[in-house]
């Protein structure tokens, strides 16, 4: 997806499900339909279009005040210079704008620039907890800044969408199918809840 629309569209992702995030994405960009208009628009009517999405006036506010900066910055509104930018650097550009964090900065450079950044939701921090990957207390950022150093060239991708699969599917956050699970081996928490079943794990 284009990189600026990629923001948004982030932007309107967080604490919400992917179907309210995509109503409230195609109602702006139904009544929005160019970064001029959108970037025209008041806190107020883009507050009301998004509120499908939830946080709707923290939202507003962190997508008119990125367009805003982009195109006093830029004189356009696109992120397209991020391309010939080092991941740390363009991560640490794109956090810099307020309602921007790490998980979101790393999706669009992951989705839109395929830069080595791997973004952590709380399906993929929950099972990397469980797996002993990540410390117990780490929260979404710390965790996607501990794991992508391990990450395999290549495999940021598919390692993330698999990790939200499995975390959907079998490590779910009650009652994880961990008989089930391709991980049992491996994994210390699927290892105390055989132990408590009084089975030994495969
Ligand atoms: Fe999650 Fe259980 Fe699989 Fe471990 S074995 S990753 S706790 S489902």
Not at 20 to 41: G, K, Q, V
Request: net charge positive; glycine share 6%; aromatic share 4%.
């Amino acid at each position: 997806m284009e990189p600026l629309r990629n923001l948004v569209l982030t932007i309107l992702s967080q604490n919400t499900t992917d179907a309210n995030r995509d109503r409230a994405f195609a109602a702006l960009m139904a009544r929005f339909p160019t970064f001029p208009l959108l970037a025209a628009a008041s806190p107020k009517d883009v507050e009301e279009t998004i509120r499908v999405g939830g946080l709707a006036r923290a939202k507003a506010k962190a997508i008119l005040s990125a367009l805003s900066r982009i195109h006093r910055e830029r004189g356009e509104y696109s992120l397209d210079f991020l391309s010939g930018m080092s991941l740390p650097d363009a991560r640490g550009y794109l956090t810099s704008f307020p309602g921007v964090g790490v998980k979101t900065a790393n999706v669009v450079l992951l989705f839109s620039f395929r830069k080595a950044a791997f973004p952590v939701d709380t399906h993929i921090l929950r099972v990397t907890k469980r797996l002993g990957l990540v410390p117990p207390a780490a929260d979404l950022s710390r965790a996607a800044l501990l794991l992508e150093p391990h990450v395999p060239p290549g495999e940021p991708m598919p390692l993330h969408i698999n990790l939200i699969r499995l975390g959907r599917e079998v490590c779910r956050p009650r009652d994880p199918l961990c008989p089930e699970c391709p991980l049992l081996a491996v994994c210390p928490e699927g290892a105390r809840r055989a132990e408590n079943r009084g089975v030994a794990p495969r």
